[in-house]
């Protein structure tokens, strides 16, 4: 059973950090590129951030590039994203999710506000 746990989110002020984990069983966890991706009020849900098996190769939106690294340790089976400088905007649902087989996370909420 493939399971994909997030953590970490939770209400940050404008400016902030949060980070967040994903752990993953079931699957062989350094066979799958991962991304992360959300779900903000009145948007599509868009994928902020997908990294290679080895997590060499990294790509972000342009709504979070130099603010947010997404890093694995296939070791743990974890995927993270670090936030930084986090904006109100960035409010939403956060989910990690495989690149193939399209495996997701529960979601866990992220809020920035004052």
């Known amino acids: 059973q493939v399971q994909l746990v997030e953590s970490g989110g939770g209400l940050v002020e404008p400016g902030g950090s949060l980070r967040l984990s994903c752990v993953v069983s079931g699957l062989p966890f350094n066979k799958y590129g991962m991304n992360w991706a959300r779900q903000t009020p009145g948007s599509e849900r868009e994928v902020v951030a997908s990294?290679?098996?080895?997590?060499?190769?990294?790509n972000y939106a342009d709504s979070v590039k130099g603010r947010f690294t997404a890093s694995r340790d296939n070791a743990k089976n974890t995927l993270y994203l670090q936030m930084d400088n986090l904006k109100p905007e960035d409010t939403g649902v956060y989910y990690c999710?495989?690149?193939?087989?399209?495996?997701w996370g529960q979601g866990i909420q992220v809020t920035v506000s004052s």
């Open positions: 990294i290679s098996t080895s997590g060499q190769w990294i």
């Open positions: 999710k495989t690149q193939r087989d399209n495996y």
